[in-house]
């Protein structure tokens, strides 16, 4: 069986993501290892100053549709605490205060604070993705980046992103597609 090539963008050289755990922070290459579509993702090197999306997005033309911003809520209700990340095209925002707010019932969504978010999920800020989130955490994603061929994640570092085709986002561990999660 042959696999089909590897997503990539002219500017940046793909490399397999499961032949290269150098390259990805600990919790991603794990989950890798463990993931049936890993086989489809690649994982390209980056100056880490240019990590930030629209910095990225500019030095390796690659446009703002094709990345997925990852960003980490979380809400409690009565005592129970409620985190989710969720994953929305970098040309919008996710939809914290109402959609977001509503899936998690949760009176009020913040975003957890970066030490937080890096100190749960073993990835760098700028290089969190969801591949590789703490087992329990929802990952919403939104819609709209099923459709790209190629989409732009973290790979938990601030060196390197991976591309893989949007639809493998569906398939994620613990993904929900969510309709217009991104504004």
Same mark, same amino acid.
């Given at each position: 069986?042959?696999?089909?090539?590897?997503?990539?963008?002219?500017?940046?050289?793909?490399?397999?993501?499961?032949?290269?755990?150098?390259?990805?922070?600990?919790?991603?290459?794990?989950?890798?290892?463990?993931?049936?579509?890993?086989?489809? &993702?690649? &994982?390209?090197?980056?100056?880490?100053?240019?990590?930030?999306?629209?910095?990225?997005?500019?030095?390796?033309?690659?446009?703002?549709?094709?990345?997925?911003?990852?960003?980490?809520?979380?809400?409690?209700?009565?005592?129970?605490?409620?985190?989710?990340?969720?994953?929305?095209?970098?040309?919008?925002?996710?939809?914290?205060?109402?959609?977001?707010?509503?899936?998690?019932?949760?009176?009020?969504?913040?975003?957890?604070?970066?030490?937080?978010?890096?100190?749960?999920?073993?990835?760098?800020?700028?290089?969190?993705?969801? &591949?590789?989130?703490?087992?329990?955490?929802?990952?919403? &994603?939104?819609?709209?980046?099923?459709?790209?061929?190629?989409?732009?994640?973290?790979?938990?570092?601030?060196?390197?992103?991976?591309?893989?085709?949007?639809?493998?986002?569906?398939?994620?561990?613990?993904?929900?597609?969510?309709?217009?999660?991104?504004?």
């Amino acid at each position: 069986m042959t696999l089909p090539p590897l997503p990539s963008f002219p500017a940046l050289a793909s490399l397999p993501a499961v032949e290269h755990p150098d390259l990805v922070a600990p919790p991603v290459a794990a989950a890798l290892a463990g993931w049936a579509g890993a086989g489809e &993702v690649a &994982v390209v090197g980056i100056d880490p100053d240019l990590a930030d999306t629209a910095a990225m997005s500019e030095a390796y033309d690659i446009p703002m549709t094709a990345s997925g911003n990852c960003v980490v809520v979380a809400g409690s209700r009565a005592g129970d605490e409620r985190i989710a990340a969720c994953v929305v095209r970098a040309d919008t925002r996710a939809d914290v205060n109402t959609l977001v707010r509503r899936m998690l019932d949760v009176r009020k969504a913040s975003f957890l604070p970066v030490e937080r978010a890096v100190a749960e999920t073993g990835m760098e800020y700028g290089g969190i993705t969801p &591949v590789g989130l703490p087992a329990g955490w929802r990952v919403l &994603v939104h819609d709209a980046l099923l459709d790209e061929p190629v989409v732009v994640l973290g790979s938990g570092v601030r060196r390197s992103k991976l591309l893989l085709p949007g639809r493998l986002l569906a398939g994620l561990p613990g993904a929900e597609v969510v309709p217009d999660l991104g504004r």
